[in-house]
């Protein structure tokens, strides 16, 4: 009985502190494979066009990852059907952990970023060269 109390308190403090949010949304998309190289689709359904945001990429790697540096390409699609297209380098933060535990590495990417038209908005993000180890890619926006 008291385990079932104890698990009640943390389904109730995890509730609460997911209510309060942290100003931090995220979108993701698997890899699919063992080596990424071609493009992935994070669909981002936007309800705010008034607040600028932070705008980071993120990705979820392996623990064997090595990588230090990437050159990704970004295309972005509106609701409106806008299509833009840039390439960006991506340079990742040596490890500073032993663990076999999944690093997550945000980059920062825009800020300032308000999306003006609701609706979804579509970022294919594509590396420039065959990467293996990245299991996931997505974006952040943050507050």
Same mark, same amino acid.
């Given at each position: ?80 059907? @806008? ?9 990742? $933060? &040596?490890? %500073? ?5 999944? *690093? #997550? ?9 308000? @999306? ?9 993000? $594509? &590396?420039? %060269? ?5 299991? *996931? #890619? ?6």
């Amino acid at each position: 009985m008291e385990h079932l109390k104890h698990s009640w308190l943390w389904l109730v403090v995890s509730l609460l502190l997911t209510a309060c949010g942290s100003g931090r949304e995220a979108y993701v998309a698997d890899v699919v494979g063992n080596c990424w190289q071609e493009g992935v689709v994070v669909r981002v359904p936007n309800h705010d066009t008034l607040t600028e945001r932070e705008l980071k990429l993120f990705l979820r790697l392996d623990p064997d990852f090595r990588e230090d540096s990437l050159t990704v390409r970004i295309e972005t699609l509106t609701p409106d059907s @806008l299509r833009t297209e840039e390439l960006h380098h991506l340079v990742f $933060t &040596p490890p %500073r952990r032993i663990s076999s535990l999944h *690093a #997550v590495e945000e980059i920062s990417y825009r800020r300032g970023v308000q @999306l003006p038209i609701a609706g979804n908005y579509y970022f294919i993000i $594509t &590396p420039l %060269r065959p990467v293996h180890r990245v299991e *996931a #890619v997505g974006v952040l926006f943050k507050e």
